[in-house]
RNA sequence: UAAAGUGGUGAGGGUAGACGCUGUAUUUAUGCAGAGGAAAGUCCGGACUCCACAGGGCAGCAGGCCACCUAACAGGUGGGAGGAGUGAUCCUAUGGAAAGUGCCACAGAAAAUAAACCGCCCCAAAAUUUUUUGGGGUAAGGGUGAAAAGGUGGGGUAAGAGCCCACCGGUUAGACGGUAACGUCUGACGCAUGGUAAACCCCCUGCGGAGCAAGACCAAAUAGGAGGACGUUUGAGGCUUGCCCGGCCAAUGUCCUCGGGUAGGUUGCUAAAGCUUCAGGGAAACCUGAUGCGUAGAUGAAUGUCUACCUAAAACAGAAUCCGGCUUACUUGCCACUUUAUGGC
RNA sequence: GGCGGUGUACCCAAGUGGCUAAGGGAGAGGUCUGCAAAACCUCUAUUCAGCGGUUCGAAUCCGCUCGCCGCCU
């Protein structure tokens, strides 16, 4: 198992942010709003979103770093394959990255359970 | 010893392991490099790029003691003047109020061609024993105000007044010193000119406009035009820096050429008015020469996560075309010099 | 990243450097009414986003800082 990631498991054009957010579903969580939908990739993908609400530069950065690592670490747990877009809330700012992985492994058993 | 002031200078984490990200080199598996002192605010100034060439005038904007430094600046260095402080030292958007205009609320007699409310003095009349009325003189006193027409003292006078005198202040002429701002000295003038220019304004100086999301190249889908040359006509319309002049586009005919361009991609993109050390010049900012270094380049946007240890390692904070400044945010050291107070020798 | 605008009470807002900072809505209290509505009266700005400066005097003029909004792909 690698925990490699590159640029291809990454959603970086609009039209796919669209997509996701047009044609997929949401999973709400204190810390952030995920929206998730199934792909044809055979890997899933990663989307991310963090308006200047958030903080200043330094804290938004952080913040993407966070998600992208709990991502990279955790994504093998994914039973199917997504493109899931985070679109994060005020309260993550303070967070760890122990606070950001159990998030992420409530949305893992949402998924396993409801798709 | 205490309290202050000024200047200079340093750090902005490190080591090891595991897993990653961006760039780059080749041997395709590794190596190497990978945020700041403010990267910030975008407040000034440039480089660079484009524009129907950028020409003139008006308007507008910015700056404003003097000299120097600089690519340039509203930056820096030194000096002058004014102000604050016992002092070291610090602060100053520091030209012109005698070109003109405006404003100066309330209060006050009067807020700017000086002026008579109270008061003071003189004269006349009435009344009659201390008042009233009228005419005149007077800016010394009162009170108001942020500000009241040079200040203090003396002489003088009916009472007063630069009316006269001394000192201070001011204006002005000359000489001397200084590159200059300005200063010093001597003389003249009784003094004429209240404040406000971060009010309009006047004088001097500077400014074409936009900005790397500038701009250049490649180029699906879609649409069917696009460009060039020459001639003719009109000055209707549009464009330009806000306006005018000027200029350009334009309309139409003939001929020629085949490109234009959205999504997306490539480029601009990092070697630079650069940094280190030394020497020389200068009072300093800075300049000159030599030596060495070669210093992030992302594009939904890299420089992190976990563990252990060291340490005072906390704070403000994340490159986005690149530089020079300014301003603001913020953690912690070190050094030198100076001043004041108190005590001791 | 670049360029521009804006900030006055809970909301919408007016405001020549000079009075206690207009006005409307909302809210609170009162008058009126059997009770309400309407009408009328009264109240609500510690500091005009904050900090400095100019001025005798600043919401207003100037500088810095902060917040919000818009435009350029």
């Known amino acids: 198992m690698r925990y ?21 579903r949401k999973f709400s969580h204190q810390l952030f709003i995920a929206f998730y939908l199934k792909n044809s990739y055979g890997y899933s993908r990663l989307g991310l979103t ?3 609400k ?15 690592e ?10 199917g394959n997504y493109d899931i877009v985070f679109n994060v809330k005020k309260g993550i700012s303070n967070s760890s990255f122990d606070d950001v992985e159990s998030a992420f492994m409530d949305l893992v058993d949402f998924l396993e359970k409801n798709d």
């Open 70 to 79: 709990v991502f990279r670490l955790n994504r093998h747990e994914l039973k």
């Open 4 to 24: 490699n990631l590159p640029r291809e498991v990454r959603i970086r054009k609009k039209k796919e942010f669209e997509a996701v957010y047009n044609g997929g």
């Open 54 to 68: 958030i903080g200043n530069a330094v804290v938004r950065n952080r913040v993407k770093r966070l998600i992208r």
């Open 50 to 52: 963090v308006s200047k």
